[in-house]
């Protein structure tokens, strides 16, 4: 056996995971032949101890607090983007079009995702807390370097791309840690983790609909960074995974990955979906003032759909455990779709608030469950960058959803021909999702 090979033989022996996966210490003298063999196994198959998630356990819990955590920091600043948009439009940048203040918010919902076929990658290689800690350092950064900002390049640059990136970093791993500590019970210890996102995406908007008349803009936005730096500080002390990391072959891309069928067309659903999903989030505040609701109302709205949220995600997740988590997805994406064609057709407050309740209970499922569609769409130790390239292309439908929308909206002086966009591409990923389950089962009928 070369003398490199000899080396890394060596090095496995030393590493906290070989007592488990090599007990014997009389390697030394173990015949060639024998070795060889050994080191094949070593690294050239995948390990098979990667099994046997608890389910369970005080451990396992405190994980999914943590990603609820993160959640409720990245997905709840994020999903708030409405509130800045209308804020921005009627203050701080009245004198740009809506069309051009949506790129702010679709950078950041884009940049949520994009970074993760990168950090899928470098989890699976075992790199997490380093990654994570510097995100989140970075997300409180930008909410009070957000406060100083003044004109369009500056919010563009911190809240558009500093702040998406560093939360595309955390969230990605944080999503895909779960996997390590839960099987059976994914969906449920999912959904718990992502109702983090729903309470985030209500506790920002009424903080900022509260702190804004009576501090102003620049102080609410130091206490968003307050908020986040002590719920990150946390999330960073509890997360961790249960599992060593596994050099796959590859790089940063498993294109073998898309030869499954079934995981080709999901990833086309999520840019699909993606394209329509965020369109009522982001247009509902504005379309409440054109209706005649008060500036609290238009305020308000956000955290109702995202209240409502909640319990579309918790729901979704029981349910995913028991009929699929594609199944899942799917019914409740077409309720999406069919309130998002409903949205621009209400003419008063309280037609507006039924459908923005069912809009966000139903959208929920969409973003707390598409990682436990991919993760079972191939083996545990590529979950990371299988995950993370559904994020990253799914990256692309959302930083052009919303300018879409919004050009749609302004070329024709409301919100019917938007409404109707987004409701029928959201109609589509429908389609393929369903398409994407037969293909997985290859039968029309099936839990998946």
């Not at 999914?64 to 409720?72: G, I, Q």
């Not at 709840?76 to 409405?82: C, E, H, I, Q």
């Not at 130091?222 to 590859?250: E, M, S, W």
């Amino acid at each position: 056996m070369s003398n490199e090979s000899r080396g890394k033989l060596e090095s496995f022996q030393a590493t906290e995971f070989a007592s488990a996966a090599w007990p014997n210490d009389n390697l030394g003298t173990a015949h060639p032949h024998n070795r060889e063999i050994l080191h094949a196994i070593v690294y050239e198959k995948p390990a098979t101890h990667l099994s046997g998630a608890p389910d369970g356990g005080l451990t396992a819990w405190l994980v999914v607090f943590a990603v609820h955590l993160v959640t409720f920091s990245a997905f709840g600043v994020a999903n708030s983007w409405g509130i800045f948009q209308a804020y921005y439009e009627e203050n701080i940048l009245r004198y740009s079009s809506r069309s051009n203040i949506a790129w702010i918010g679709s950078v950041q919902y884009a940049l949520v995702y994009l970074p993760a076929v990168v950090t899928g990658r470098i989890f699976d290689l075992g790199y997490f807390k380093i990654p994570c800690f510097a995100a989140s350092t970075g997300i409180v950064a930008s909410a009070f370097l957000t406060a100083e900002c003044t004109q369009f390049w500056q919010f563009f640059l911190v809240q558009g791309l500093i702040l998406g990136f560093c939360c595309g970093i955390i969230v990605g791993p944080a999503v895909v840690v779960i996997s390590h500590w839960f099987d059976r019970k994914r969906g449920l210890a999912m959904s718990f983790a992502a109702i983090g996102a729903s309470i985030g995406s209500t506790v920002f908007p009424v903080i900022a609909q509260e702190l804004i008349p009576l501090i102003g803009f620049k102080w609410t936005m130091r206490v968003f960074g307050f908020i986040l730096l002590a719920t990150l500080g946390v999330a960073n002390i509890l997360l961790k995974r249960r599992l060593p990391p596994v050099n796959v072959r590859g790089g940063l891309l498993n294109l073998k990955s898309f030869r499954n069928k079934a995981y080709a067309i999901f990833c086309i659903a999520g840019i699909v979906g993606f394209l329509g999903i965020y369109t009522v989030l982001t247009y509902v505040s504005l379309s409440a003032v054109a209706i005649g609701g008060s500036k609290n109302i238009a305020f308000y709205i956000i955290a109702i759909a995202n209240g409502a949220s909640t319990f579309g995600r918790l729901s979704s997740g029981l349910m995913a455990d028991k009929f699929g988590a594609l199944n899942t997805m799917a019914a409740f994406t077409a309720m999406t779709g069919i309130t998002t064609f409903a949205w621009p057709f209400a003419t008063n407050k309280s037609q507006l608030i039924a459908i923005v309740t069912i809009y966000g209970f139903s959208s929920g499922a969409f973003v707390a469950l598409f990682a436990v569609a991919a993760v079972a769409m191939g083996d545990i130790e590529d979950a990371g960058r299988r995950v993370g390239m559904f994020m990253s292309l799914s990256a692309f439908g959302a930083i052009a959803g919303p300018p879409i929308s919004g050009a749609i909206s302004t070329a024709s002086r409301g919100f019917v021909a938007a409404g109707l966009y987004a409701g029928g591409i959201i109609m589509c990923s429908v389609g393929l999702l369903l398409l994407a389950r037969y293909l997985h089962l290859g039968r029309v009928w099936g839990k998946f």
